[in-house]
């Protein structure tokens, strides 16, 4: 920007050259000009807020559709986050009794010495169908 004593310069030089009848003539001529440029930079800002609105619009129109597909996707990310601090944990009534490891390993014994007790070696109906 100009300063004040540039300011005064330019006047004083303007008057020297000019002189004092055409001088308020060319003022008043470069206000115009200065109000016409003024004007039209105001259109062309105005015109173009107006497009990039406009632009602003289609692209909210494009993402809302884009918003949607993206919400299932989203919904089951956070449950899956959700369930990753969570153990599973069991919320059923805890058991009284079961077999333990030593019932299991006496059951096979069992099981084991009534085969080898079994003198007949007929062969049963599930082992013929097992054959074939």
């Given at each position: 920007?100009?300063?004040?004593?540039?300011?005064?310069?330019?006047?004083?030089?303007?008057?020297?050259?000019l002189g004092p009848t055409r001088l308020p003539d060319m003022a008043r001529k470069i206000g115009k000009w200065t109000a016409e440029?003024?004007?039209?930079?105001?259109?062309?800002t105005a015109g173009l807020e107006a497009e990039v609105a406009d632009i602003k619009e289609v692209g909210r129109e494009l993402k809302s559709p884009l918003d949607e597909v993206k919400k299932p996707f989203t919904e089951i990310r956070?449950?899956?986050?959700?369930?990753?601090?969570?153990?599973f944990r069991w919320t059923g009534p805890k058991p009284v009794s079961g077999p333990t490891p030593e019932d299991a390993m006496r059951d096979l014994e069992q099981m084991e010495a009534e085969v080898e007790a079994d003198p007949?070696?007929?062969?049963?109906?599930?082992?013929?169908?097992?054959q074939t």
């Open positions: 920007m100009l300063q004040t004593g540039e300011i005064i310069i330019i006047a004083i030089l303007a008057l020297v050259v440029l003024r004007q039209a930079a105001r259109e062309i956070d449950d899956v986050k959700g369930m990753s601090g969570q153990r007949t070696d007929e062969e049963t109906p599930e082992a013929d169908s097992e």
